[in-house]
T-cell receptor, first 113, second 111 residues
Framework: GQQLNQSPQSMFIQEGEDVSMNCTSS?????WLWYKQDPGEGPVLLIA?????ELTSNGRLTAQFGITRKDSFLNISASIPSDVGIYFC?????????????FGKGTKLSVKP | NAGVTQTPKFRVLKTGQSMTLLCAQD?????MYWYRQDPGMGLRLIHY???????AKGEVPDGYNVSRLKKQNFLLGLESAAPSQTSVYFC??????????FGPGTRLTVT
């Protein structure tokens, strides 16, 4: 099946640093979503993007819908220990079956106090 | 408003046993999904439903069955559990938009 390439797979950073991660696809997407999963919990929706070039913020998080429609980026500014978790991108592509999402494999973020 | 709930939270089965996982949502969402999550594999779609009384296969449907008799509930069944079905199972739901909302998960171990 179709896959999203999410990178990096993991990051180990110092508290206060900024974080960047991205997702790429070989096909065009019309929606990009970013989720965060805390250990032992279900994914929680952080940001939803619907237009190419769209830039949306949620507190210290900023996500962008790439202008090629084949990628998306998530940035976290001034990281704090509670940012620890796995971040997933998900996309819905044109002609996708019943509006189902395709998920990346996640970026595991560790923050050193 | 509880959102999406899943029962049970944990379960241990022996090979060959059967069980049903229950997902309930109180948001009046049309669409519901069952995923499994394995280390390094991300979220893989097992089955989904686009409305009450309908179900469809996802990416990894083998060994699972589902039913959506009521709009708010989506059941996932394992008729004869296998060790390969050891995983964390997530249910999700959405309305007409593409944002899916997830439950807290069920951790299943098959020995």
């Amino acid at each position: 099946g179709q896959q999203l390439n999410q990178s990096p797979q993991s990051m180990f950073i110092q508290e206060g640093e900024d974080v960047s991660m991205n997702c790429t696809s070989s096909s065009i997407f019309n929606t990009w979503l970013w989720y965060k999963q805390d250990p032992g919990e279900g994914p929680v929706l952080l940001i939803a993007l619907y237009k190419a070039g769209e830039l949306t913020s949620n507190g210290r998080l900023t996500a962008q819908f790439g202008i090629t429609r084949k990628d998306s980026f998530l940035n976290i500014s001034a990281s704090i220990p509670s940012d620890v978790g796995i971040y997933f991108c998900a996309g819905q592509n044109y002609g996708g079956s019943q509006g189902n999402l395709i998920f990346g494999k996640g970026t595991k973020l560790s923050v050193k106090p | 408003n509880a959102g999406v709930t899943q029962t049970p939270k944990f379960r241990v089965l022996k090979t060959g046993q059967s069980m049903t996982l229950l997902c309930a949502q109180d948001m009046n969402h049309e669409y519901m999904y069952w995923y499994r999550q394995d280390p390094g594999m991300g979220l893989r779609l097992i089955h989904y439903s686009v409305g009450e009384g309908t179900t469809a296969k996802g990416e990894v449907p083998d060994g699972y069955n589902v039913s959506r008799l009521k709009k708010q509930n989506f059941l996932l069944g394992l008729e004869s559990a296998a060790p390969s079905q050891t995983s964390v199972y997530f249910c999700a739901s959405r309305s007409r938009g593409y944002e899916q909302y997830f439950g807290p998960g069920t951790r299943l171990t098959v020995t």
